[in-house]
């Protein structure tokens, strides 16, 4: 028989016991700053060129942030729907987008103005490259098809149909400007070669398509699907080289960092796994607050930016003032670690066997099925007043096993007032509002039957509390959401009213095309 699982109450991730050189070097990182967006976090991408810019694409919008402030330095919001895949060229002069209107632009980041505005496909783009050369652009659709643009004179030059589901994946060699590697929900991995418009690889990754990446020396790509990651050799007629399968939940998102050596990948399981790329193992794990949707690394290494389902972004930067010295007293604390591990291994062992065998009172009534009694040790007041988020995690656990309407049914009036206070006290706090309102909902139907004999109690007279009390939650949900229209409206419109630049202030060599001028959210006399 397995052994049981206990409930995870553990707010904070417990820090590496190993001081690996990788565990010593991204530890560096830092506590991140967490920023909010106004939706998913879709996609994030750093500038190739100093300051190593990053924009960060969500909603209906491409905000380009500063790493050292970490404050949003250009806004562009020039989209009627969706925006995806904000990405940088090569210089870090343009950045190309696609929506949810199956329009792509591309736009000049000193100024936000549109230069290219490019029309065709009919779904959403989701991905949207510069081929290496910089003077074209691959897209990748949710109609089936990858386009292949050429910016100078904003033509479609190329249509590829071999998919047969949505594209949402896609990327562009970094040596080769006619290479292009598409991914589809189909699981197909296709590889284009623009100078014959032809398909010259396929492959079936085993799952649909979520994230493409290419090595740096353009012979070997990385597919990311279901919960693998798999490794191919384009040189090698695409023979599969490894699978990597270290996550528990979708893989949505792959990055390469310290030159190409390492490798990371980002899942819904709230992990994003490092690789050494000689070896395909696992060197650091950096834990999040929600399922990773999009990464970024800078050129340096110096900034990791992680996107979240929850529109959170969180922000690692290395803490400059940590030298090379540092690191070396981080390797002599870590052998003197392992020398004092193996001084002492016996008695860590029987320590770590007793805290493992340790279960917590609710655990063993879970164990045993006993819902009402694992309810009733989380409501005392030891456990309420000092750690309510055991008795979330309790509240939460029973909830998933279906056993909460079965635990609240035919309580004493003294329990249903405790539980509607705790509820009260607690559902205002961020990290327990979603638990506590489904508690509440399932407290609601299991006595929705017997309301009329609470009348003039003291439960009745919870009740009617907690009734006030969600709908004045709901009431200050819709205030927020106002609020946040009018400062998207407000947004919008003063991004298209920047001033007109003149010849000597653009940087890029490209004037705005005639289709891009017509392009805007809304229409300024």
Known sequence: MADFKKINAQIYAKTATSFSPDTIYWKKLGVPTLVKEFGAIDYIDFSPVEPYLFAVTASVRVQIYNPVTKLVVKNITKFQEGAHCGSFRNDGNLLVAGDDLGKVRLFDVSTKSILRFFQ???????????????????SFSDDKTVRYWDIATEKHLATYSEHSDYVRAGCTSPVSPNIILSGGYDRKINMYDTRTNEKVLSLDHGSP??????LPSGGIFIS??????NVYDALAGGRKIAQLSQHHKTVTCLQLASEGKRLLSGSLDRHVKIYDIATYQVVHTIDNTNGVLSLGVSKNDDTLVTGMVDGLIAIHRRDSDKGKDEEEKGKAR??????????FESADQQITDFRHDKIEQFDRMLKKYEYNRALDSVFVASVMGKTPEKTVALIKELIRRKGLQRALKDRKHSFLVKFIGFVLRHIGDYRFTPTLVDAANILLDVYEEEFGQFAGTDVGKMFINLSRRLKKEEKILNEFLEVQGLLEMISAAADLNQPALGDEEKESDLQVSLSAQKQGVISVE
Do not use: C, M, Q
């Open 209 to 214: 398509v979520e994230s493409l990446i290419f």
């Open 334 to 343: 870590s052998k003197g670690r392992a020398r004092f591990n193996n001084i």
């Open 120 to 138: 065709g496909h009919k779904a959403p783009v989701h991905r949207t490259f510069f081929n290496a050369d910089g003077h074209h652009v691959s």
């Open 224 to 229: 990311a699907g279901g919960t693998s990651v």
